[in-house]
């Protein structure tokens, strides 16, 4: 069977490997089309793109170190939230948990798509803690600078410590101590000394409202 050179153009018989008339190469390669692509070539209409193209695997929320710079704006509202649920008449202990709590809920909105977990929820609570210890001890501070209101708190102070003492009847350390409460040195130091466990209690109290809210969320995101 005879073909023509694509060279020349004169017949050359079909195996021979070169034209005999201008020693062209008569070899040739066919490349087939695969299959799926030819059909879907073909036919587009009936074609879609999840045919051709691997679905997009989900995307996991990333588990990321918390932007501090991002973390003040949450955790203040955090804290100013809890301390408004304080006034309404939360405990000032659950408040402080709630706040750490808060903290985590308002920071995984602002920043979407980052995980939080135990370790950053800690934190997050801790610096809320430290907000609501501020703010607390600012309106202290304000409320004691009015005369009335500081009488009022150094009345209900010393009575507490005299129901104390009442308490234990007979000890001298107790009334040498309910003596110099009496005096405005030891006011102060009983001031200075409830701010020290409030600090304590606000970090401490935060981180751990911080946690829950960490570990609660990161097994959601895990999910």
């Not at 691997?54 to 991002?70: G, K, Q, Y």
């Not at 202990?93 to 370790?119: E, K, N, P, T």
């Not at 107790?174 to 003596?179: F, G, I, K, P, S």
């Amino acid at each position: 069977m005879e073909q023509p050179c694509y060279k020349c153009g004169q017949a050359v018989e079909e195996g021979i490997p070169f034209c005999p008339h201008c020693s062209a190469p008569q070899i040739r390669v066919v490349i087939t089309e695969p299959a799926p692509l030819a059909a879907a070539a073909a036919d587009p209409a009936t074609s879609s793109h999840s045919d051709i193209l691997p679905a997009a695997p989900s995307v996991p929320a990333l588990a990321l170190p918390v932007r501090w710079s991002h973390a003040v704006a949450p955790c203040a509202l955090a804290a100013l939230v809890s301390l408004l649920l304080m006034f309404l008449g939360l405990n000032v202990l659950v408040a402080l948990v709630s706040a750490g709590f808060l903290a985590v809920i308002f920071y995984r909105q602002r920043q979407r798509g980052i995980a939080i977990r135990a370790g950053s929820g800690a934190r997050l609570g801790a610096l809320s803690g430290l907000f609501y210890f501020g703010v607390l001890s600012l309106l202290g501070t304000l409320a004691a600078s009015l005369p009335d209101v500081r009488t009022k708190i150094r009345g209900q102070i010393i009575e507490n410590a005299q129901k104390w003492a009442a308490s234990r009847p007979g000890d001298p350390q107790v009334q040498a101590a309910l003596d110099q409460l009496k005096t405005p040195q030891g006011l102060i130091m009983i001031l200075i000394i409830a701010a020290v466990v409030l600090f304590v209690l606000s970090l401490a109290l935060g981180a751990l409202g911080g946690a829950l809210g960490g570990s609660f969320f990161g097994r959601h995101d895990k999910s």
